[in-house]
């Protein structure tokens, strides 16, 4: 008498799995912003319109003659003389771009200086603050505003913080070590020497110390593109701190470093997004003209 072949029949297919443990992975944006022209905003008041529309000839005809790389200031433009309706028009026309920078700063005749980048890279929007009100506005051209890195060096001082050893510290005491000797060789034109403390065991009290060593300074830019960049100038001249983040909304802290340098090079626009901010000054103003109406204008 034979036995009947008992052959186990699984399903398969879609469904038929046991559910698998999802990786769990930190946030990345699946979008980055890339330029586009602004909205061109209906304007009735053509006088209106040719006063902003001046502006930005004027600011294209300037950036054109400027050479980025000579070491010269860029060309600036006060905006204080500006009536509402045109300043206004400006403001939509350079837009927000990526970097914004908070600047504490506390002098005579202002305490804060509060700088956004346009859409338009290396142009930006410096304003001055006194107890809260605007005193000063204009758009300056440059890698980075003058005012941040001379706030940044006037506000700091040689060396770091003293601070008190702790037990539970692990790697904070050599890398305090290392950068008193980095800071003491730096000099200007020297690249920049990063210190990625991502990669090191850091206990509660590593951090604190070394927080404690650097301090808090005068400036504080964000940088918003394939997540948030953090740049902060510390109470140690040539010492910043340079943080990355996810998109993630519980905001992961991705890398974390300190860099001694001049400027770090995450804050600057380069020479070639400064030349191609101008050949988009320039579409922006024959654009408005078409939108506008306006009398044509000859750019060079």
């Not at 005491?173 to 200007?188: G, H, K, T, Y």
């Not at 100038?233 to 943080?243: E, K, L």
């Amino acid at each position: 008498m034979k036995k009947p072949i008992n052959i186990p029949v699984h399903a398969i297919g879609p469904g038929s799995q046991p559910d698998e443990e999802k990786a769990m992975t930190i946030g990345v944006p699946f979008e980055v912003e890339t330029f586009s022209q602004p909205h061109t905003p209906d304007v009735s008041d053509k006088a209106v319109a040719t006063r902003c529309r001046q502006l930005f000839i004027d600011l294209y005809r300037e950036m054109r003659l400027w050479n980025a790389d000579a070491g010269t200031p860029g060309p600036s433009f006060a905006l204080n003389h500006l009536d509402p309706a045109t300043l206004n028009l400006v403001n939509q026309m350079l837009g927000e771009g990526e970097v914004s920078i908070i600047v504490k700063f506390p002098q005579e005749n202002f305490d804060e200086i509060r700088i956004q980048e346009s859409i338009f890279v290396g142009v930006w929007r410096v304003v001055y603050y006194k107890d809260g009100k605007a005193i000063s506005d204009q758009i300056e051209v440059s890698a980075i505003p003058a005012c941040v890195p001379e706030a940044a060096y006037l506000t700091s001082k040689e060396g770091l913080n003293p601070t008190e050893s702790d037990p539970e510290a692990m790697n904070s005491p050599a890398i305090l070590a290392e950068l008193n000797v980095a800071l003491s060789d730096w000099e200007p034109g020297a690249p920049a020497k990063t210190f990625n403390l991502s990669h090191l065991p850091m206990t509660p009290a590593d951090n604190s110390i070394i927080d404690e060593a650097l301090g808090v300074g005068a400036v504080h830019m964000m940088s918003r593109g394939f997540g948030n960049c953090h740049i902060l100038s510390t109470d140690v001249r040539h010492a910043w701190r340079i943080q990355y983040f996810n998109n993630a909304p519980t905001r992961l802290m991705i890398l974390n470093t300190i860099v001694v340098c001049g400027m770090p090079e995450e804050a600057l626009a380069s020479s070639e997004d400064l030349l191609d901010s101008v050949g988009r000054i320039k579409e922006l103003v024959e654009w408005v003209t078409k939108s506008w109406e306006l009398d044509p204008v000859e750019l060079n």
